[in-house]
């Protein structure tokens, strides 16, 4: 059998050429296949470059005039220094008015979201024929900056602090309405399908079974938007709707740079101290939330656990223990520790937006007087008269917008990549990166736009630096956070092989990164087309600053026109992001 094994091995191996099967060509590299979302990657990434080449050769972008450019915006800030800070009582008195100008529209912005966003809800059984109209206002109201809000109603209103405050509210709404309305949506349909099959109406319904599910998403987006809106009442002062930015326009108006620079100081100080405020709040009120109902959800498992071991030792047993242990009557509410701390937070709040409302001077005859302003404001925007400037400047604005935000993420990606832990060549090198990061996003957008003007004169020019450098900021900060969130493995694996880093990187961490890369890219886009609006205000070019000049001229029928031209193509870039992002993500 050996040998007949042996002789079976050199024939075996003789004819294993005339039984193999044909020969094929080599083909080749292996490349993985074309998808829509590699399709939509690729367009979206030449899009970026041929907006951002349109955008430099709109607005005479050259290497030689950027270089001009920031030695005229360097000897503007050497005339800048040393800031001249104002009197402690002017400063304090400044930041109390931008706080309860944010407190105040906040606050009116949150009453007015409960009854809209569970309209607009699909959820909501009431009449369906208010439903359209519910979610048109809250796409017209997030469409429309603050600050064009502003414009407007010092124009109705007058010069001050209300104006300011309307302004925050009615485009908050926008934010807070959408957003509640999600989590109407996303609610547990049990309990009110309950409540309606005993008989409650709509809004019995919403009060006692929804809105108690949806408050503490309900405070978590609050307490977001009031950090935005502190920072965009501390520039409202700008169109004279009261806060501090109206000592800024004062200071840089009259050109005393040095006060200006001191007033820029005491603005991002606040916006630093305030974001970290904010931070401290929402982990103090939401976790101990969520910490709660984690333990709830624990606690019901352990009582049903006990209920049916209960009821196993007692089915043959009459005599076992009670099933349930012994509680506090269900009369009784429980007035512990954190119950306490909650109730007397509610009336805190409560009190700081009344005092918010009244330091507003909601004078009668004041808001009597306005309404002749209204009528007329309302009456002269129909028709909207359109006009071939109106698109160019609406043109300008969507490429300096577009143009900053491509080579933001460009450079963001740059400044992500030194400050992620997982890619930074040095930890040292990360934190000090971070902390400039910080400090440059506390500027808010139009702090630079005014700077510039200042700097380099009127012009998309001026408005294009300024977003470029919120945008770099902005994208740096997402996509840190990104990379820091990707799978380590991959990079583990190739660095332990022996892969540069280079290497590592290109193969383990930025296939993992392009979704993200593309999806926050994507959101710093829309946000930067809302702010081109409001720095076209400040003179640094696009639709806002012909939407401040019909204002002032009285021509409110192409105010009109400016808004919806302004709300259609923010909604179309939103519309193109999400879908994007629904393809890649």
């Known amino acids: 059998m050996l040998s007949a094994m042996a002789g079976w091995g050199p024939a075996m191996v003789s004819t294993t050429p005339a039984t193999r099967a044909p020969a094929t060509a080599d083909p080749g590299p292996l490349r993985p296949p074309w998808s829509a979302r590699a399709l939509i990657a690729a367009g979206l990434l030449v899009a970026a470059v041929a907006v951002t080449w349109l955008t430099f050769w709109w607005i005479g972008l050259s290497p030689a005039s950027l270089a001009a450019g920031l030695d005229d915006t360097a000897r503007l800030l050497r005339r800048m220094w040393p800031p001249d800070l104002p009197r402690a009582g002017d400063v304090a008195w400044m930041i109390v008015e931008t706080l309860l100008i944010a407190v105040a529209g906040t606050g009116l912005a949150a009453l007015a979201s409960v009854p ?151 603005i991002v ?15 103090t009120v939401l976790r101990p939330t969520v910490r709660r109902r984690t333990a709830s959800r624990t606690s019901r498992r352990d009582l049903v656990g006990r209920d049916t071991g209960a009821a196993g030792r007692t089915a043959g047993d009459t005599t076992g223990t009670a099933a349930l242990p012994g509680g506090r009557a269900p009369h009784d509410v429980g007035w512990d520790r954190g119950r306490v701390l909650r109730v007397a937070g509610a009336i805190a709040t409560g009190v700081v937006f009344l005092v918010s409302l009244w330091s507003l001077d909601p004078d009668p005859g004041r808001l009597s007087g306005a ?10 925007m129909w028709p909207p008269a359109f006009s071939g400037d109106l698109l160019m400047a609406v043109l300008e604005s969507l490429l300096m917008a577009l143009g900053a935000a491509a080579v933001g993420a460009a450079c963001g990606l740059v400044l992500a990549l030194l400050t992620a832990v997982n890619t930074t060549p040095w930890r040292p090198l990360s934190a000090m990166v971070r902390v400039l990061l910080v400090v440059v996003r506390g500027i808010p957008d139009l702090v630079y736009a005014l700077l510039f003007v200042a700097a380099l004169g009127l012009g998309p020019y001026a408005g294009f630096l300024a977003l470029w450098i919120s945008s770099t900021a902005l994208a740096a900060k997402f996509f840190a956070d990104s990379l820091e969130q990707l799978d380590p493995l991959p990079h583990e694996a190739l660095t332990s092989v022996g892969a540069r880093r280079w290497q590592a990187f290109a193969a383990g961490i930025w296939p993992q990164f392009v979704p993200s890369f593309t999806g926050n890219g994507l959101f710093v886009a829309d946000l930067a087309l809302r702010e081109s609006v409001v720095l076209g205000i400040a003179g640094a070019g696009g639709v806002g600053y012909l939407m401040q000049e019909s204002i002032a001229t009285l021509r409110y029928d192409t105010t009109a026109a400016i808004v919806i031209a302004i709300a259609v193509v923010v909604y179309a870039i939103e519309t193109l992001a999400r879908i994007a992002r629904r393809h890649l993500l």
């Open 371 to 380: 309404w002749p302003n209204l009528r007329a404001v309302l009456t002269g």
């Open 116 to 266: 809209l966003a569970f309209v607009a809800a699909r959820t909501h059984k009431g009449p369906r024929r208010l439903r359209p109209p519910a979610r048109a206002v809250i796409v017209l109201t997030r469409a429309v900056p603050t600050l064009a809000f502003a414009i407007l109603f010092v124009r109705i209103f007058g010069l001050g602090p209300l104006a300011g405050a309307l302004a925050v509210a009615v485009h908050s709404v926008g934010m807070i309405a959408k957003l509640l309305t999600d989590a109407v949506e996303e609610a547990d349909p049990v309990p009110a399908e309950a409540a309606r099959a005993c008989g409650a109406g709509e809004v019995q319904v919403a009060v006692s079974s929804v809105l108690p599910r949806v408050f503490p998403a309900l405070a978590g987006i609050v307490l977001y938007r009031l950090d935005i809106n502190i920072r965009a009442s501390a520039v409202l002062g700008v169109v004279g709707a009261g806060g501090i930015g109206v000592a800024l326009q004062t200071a840089l108006g009259s050109l005393n740079y040095h006060r200006a620079a001191g007033i820029i100081c005491v």
């Open 269 to 283: 100080v606040l916006v630093l101290l305030l974001e970290l405020l904010s931070v401290t709040v929402r982990r």
